[in-house]
């Protein structure tokens, strides 16, 4: 067994600039670890069958749901359960996110537009 390489998320946040366009850095047991920069607002969506865990690591991530929100600040994590609606807002300028989800999921989940990402590029 080779030793695994250490990942750097600061080197690989500043290897991309644009939003919306999540990358996968990893992979384990079928998750992909994914980061993401955004910017404004996203659009409603849920994930029929998967869970996806969100820590921001810049900025503060408004999460918005259909009865509620919360506030997600640096260090801090979420999880949005399968199924449940969900609109990601960067409540500062700029956010920059690390997720987790299962290998194959689309940002968008539910909604295919413009802003679908069905192929994320590996850094």
Sequence with gaps: ????DVIRLQEKFDS???FW???VIGELNGQHVKLAKISGEFVWHQHEHEDEL???????LLMRFRDGEQRI??????IVPRGVEHLPVAETEEVW???FEPAGTLN????VNERTVAQPEHL
Excluded: Y
Aim: glycine share 14%; aromatic share 6%; no cysteine.
């Design 21 to 23: 366009q999540p990358k």
């Design 54 to 60: 969100f820590m921001v690591t810049r900025g503060t």
């Design 108 to 111: 968008t989940g539910n909604v």
């Design 1 to 4: 067994m080779s030793v695994p």
């Design 73 to 78: 600040g640096v260090g801090e994590i979420i």
């Design 97 to 99: 996110m690390l997720m």
């Design 16 to 18: 991309f600039t644009e």
